[in-house]
């Protein structure tokens, strides 16, 4: 450590150019993950909030719930459990009566005996009492309690009696109401009575005819519309991002390496350690990535409290946790070959002239 | 006592038409308590002969023996046990880390090696004498040539080396201070009881050595 220190003191210059590279890097990382994670977070909330473990709907629907339509015959072929509930889930359009501005939602169909209808969390007002009441997402923010609303292609008006929060469905706030509104506002027959069933059970649904199918949890958020692709495209942008950030720093320690190497072989000759020099690497490499990294992380909660309340960010703590642990490691990978040219310096190649 | 010994050392670079005779059927020995003076103009073989005293580079053929053991035959790791327990080395150029100050210089030796340094009062004496008490916070860019050339002699003799091993040191100093690294490197050699071989094409240090030799074309010649 006494020689990573004392050579960061003498140039800080050039290390803090360094350490203001990787930092921002590394905030980008922070960033960018808080967002995917954001914006993963609209597509699922409503589904983790339901502690959803397997979802069923017609096989036709190809894992999208909102295009699927299940018969009484269907569902009564599934015997429902406390832990299973029938929802009929579908996009809509909500407008506040006499007002011509519309609003796109998922409205989400719901039994009163069923376990998500009855572990709804309201923020205010009260469940429905009848099935001209619906509860709002707290986001649907040009709606407020008592507002009378017609939702989807049905013309029946409806009454907002509650406010809930964490209820986003595929990237759409989401209005519950009754189970029996759902077919009227999809604008199907009432020969459909929902679209499908959710369970927490930890065994999963099972389908009771071959018109339908079963998924997973994950299977059935990847089947959501869009999911799969924002997931991959920030996979891929974090990734290539901490690929630059290797490359970056294996290309500084390499410079810095290559610029000393006299010293270093001089050091050599006079018979400090190979070990020794490889370790005050190693050891600068590490704390110049910490140093980057805290002012990444420090970037990144500044930028948390300024960041506007449309911007769909998430922050996972573990999650950041192990990038942070990832751009460390990625700092020290970067470290092996300038500390492979260390061992391999010869003395002699200094000492001529 | 400490003895040093080279026999029958020859070095050759490269090969076929290139082929470089470096060192030529070179015998050459000392003890602690000496001062030896190798004189030789440029490219006669001075730093391959020295590096070779001080187990950095292998001789084509011939023994290095350091208190009758054959360097050859110590592992890597021994070898530089050796370089810095027992070797102090003065090299031409790039002696001094760039990014420590001068105290810092011999703070890094003890970092490496916490044990038998060299004592305080003997530290005090050789900077004094060097006369780079001054100069202890600052960066090796901010000394002379000959100032870093001074440190430089204090940094090998820091780790308390058995052998002294100098090349040019005296290459960037004025007449009055050469003289007074020659009164220290035979101080060094007589007084602290080490062997001192220096070498050099600087013929103002020849009334301070033991030992003179003279270096042409790869061949040693004793001429005092
Ligand atoms: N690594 C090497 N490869 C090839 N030839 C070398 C190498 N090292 C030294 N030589 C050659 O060996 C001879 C002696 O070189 P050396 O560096 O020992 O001379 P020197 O007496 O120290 O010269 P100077 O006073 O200029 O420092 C020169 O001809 C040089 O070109
Ligand atoms: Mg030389």
Not at chain 2, 40 to 50: A, D, F, N, V
Request: glycine content about 6%; cysteine-free.
């Amino acid at each position: 450590m006494f020689l990573a220190i004392n050579e960061i003191k003498y140039d800080k210059v050039r290390y803090s150019l360094i350490i203001a590279v990787i930092g921002l890097i590394s905030f980008l990382i922070f960033i960018i993950s808080a967002l995917a994670l954001g914006l993963a977070h609209q597509n699922t909330a409503a589904i983790e909030k339901w502690h959803t473990q397997s979802a069923l709907m017609t096989k036709d629907a190809n894992g999208n719930m909102g295009q699927s339509l299940m018969q009484k015959s269907d569902i009564d072929k599934q015997n429902l459990t406390k832990s299973e509930a029938l929802v009929g889930i579908t996009p809509a359009n909500v407008k506040a009566d006499g007002d011509a501005s519309r609003d796109s939602v998922q409205y989400i169909g719901l039994r009163d005996q069923d376990y998500i209808y009855q572990d709804l969390k309201l923020s205010s007002g009260h469940l429905p009492k009848n099935n001209h009441e619906v509860i709002i997402a707290d986001t649907l923010d040009n709606f407020k309690l008592n507002d009378k609303i017609k939702i989807g292609l049905d013309d029946t008006s409806y009454k907002v009696v509650g406010i809930t929060d964490d209820a986003l469905y595929n990237m759409a706030p989401v209005v519950y109401g009754n189970l029996d509104n759902w077919a009227p506002i999809k604008g199907v027959t009432d020969q459909f009575k929902a679209s499908g069933i959710i369970s927490k059970n930890d065994t999963q649904l099972k389908a009771a005819s071959d018109q339908l199918k079963a998924y997973n949890l994950k299977d059935y958020m990847n089947n959501l519309p869009g999911y799969q692709a924002q997931i991959l495209t920030f996979t891929f942008m974090i990734s290539f991002l901490i690929l630059i950030s290797l490359i970056v720093v294996t290309i500084f320690l390499y410079i810095l390496t290559i610029q000393k190497l006299p010293n270093l072989a001089v050091l050599r000759a006079q018979g400090i350690p190979n070990r020794y020099l490889i370790l005050n690497t190693f050891n600068e490499t590490l704390l110049i990535m910490v140093i980057s990294v805290a002012i990444g992380a420090g970037l990144t909660t500044l930028t948390a409290f300024f960041i506007p309340d449309a911007v769909p960010v998430y922050f996972d703590i573990p999650l950041m946790s192990l990038i942070a642990v990832g751009m460390l490691i990625t700092g020290l990978l970067g470290a092996l070959i300038p500390m492979r040219i260390i061992s391999k310096i010869d003395p002699v190649t200094v000492i001529g002239g | 006592m400490t003895t040093l010994t080279l026999n029958n050392i020859e070095k050759t670079f490269g090969s076929g038409q290139n082929k470089v005779h470096a060192l030529q059927d070179i015998n050459f020995s000392t003890a602690a308590g000496e001062f030896n003076l190798i004189l030789g103009p440029s490219g006669s073989g001075k730093s391959t002969l020295l590096t070779i005293l001080g187990g950095l580079q292998t001789p084509t053929s011939g023994q290095v023996q350091i208190n009758n053991q054959n360097i050859q035959d110590l592992s890597k790791k021994k070898r530089e046990n050796l370089r810095l327990n027992e070797i102090g080395f003065v090299l031409q150029s790039y002696n001094l880390v760039p990014y420590l100050t001068v105290a810092d210089q011999f703070t890094l030796v003890d970092q490496v090696k916490p044990k038998d340094n060299i004592s305080k009062d003997d530290f005090e004496s050789v900077i004094a004498e060097l006369g780079i008490q001054d100069l202890m916070y600052q960066y090796p860019k901010e000394l002379s040539g000959g100032q870093a050339q001074r440190v430089a002699i204090a940094r090998a003799l820091y780790a308390n080396p058995s052998v002294l091993l100098a090349d040019e040191p005296t290459a960037a100093l004025d007449s009055d201070r050469v003289m007074q690294v020659g009164q220290l490197f035979q101080d060094i050699a007589k007084k602290q009881q080490r062997a001192v071989v220096t070498v050099t094409h600087d013929v103002r240090l020849k009334e301070y050595a033991d030992h003179i030799y003279e270096l042409v074309d790869g061949r040693i010649t004793q001429v005092q």
